[in-house]
């Protein structure tokens, strides 16, 4: 994991919203900060983040940082594919864990059988309406998976 390494402020400055990609992750993390955002943004007045208490503890390249919640939502990639439940620890204890970016894990795409296909920067995410594989969001050329405007 990397802390504080200045991605947070791309979702807010493209005025979009996406998950990092962090395969040295072992569990999905996320500042306050987005939750808060993406729930405002993209979720109300329909659905919102659940939050529930939860500890971790976490230690990357920036330093160490415990969570005390979890949040549960869904997420959105578009192309017709079904939500998906992003269920982050959620760090809000000081101001750089407030800002951490979304990150999804690997042992969490690996249990969703995601694929990475580096070759078209697109990640390929299973479809249970074909029964095949789809590619979700946009390209992943920044790091990133663009999340889509959820259904009403």
Request: charged content about 20%.
């Amino acid at each position: 994991m990397v802390f504080g390494t200045g991605l947070a402020p791309t979702w807010q400055r493209n005025r979009g919203y996406a998950l990092l990609l962090d395969t040295g992750a072992a569990d999905e993390l996320s500042g306050g900060e987005f939750v808060q955002a993406y729930e405002r943004d993209f979720l109300l007045p329909n659905h919102v983040a659940k939050i529930s208490q939860s500890t971790a503890n976490f230690s990357g390249i920036g330093g160490k940082l415990n969570s005390w919640e979890k949040a549960t939502m869904p997420v959105y990639y578009g192309r017709g594919l079904p939500p998906e439940e992003y269920e982050p620890q959620v760090a809000r204890e000081d101001e750089l864990g407030w800002f951490l970016p979304p990150l999804r894990s690997l042992p969490v795409m690996r249990s969703k059988r995601w694929v990475i296909d580096t070759g078209t920067d697109r990640v390929w995410i299973p479809d249970p309406t074909l029964g095949g594989y789809q590619p979700c969001g946009g390209s992943l050329r920044r790091g990133a998976l663009p999340l889509a405007r959820g259904q009403a």
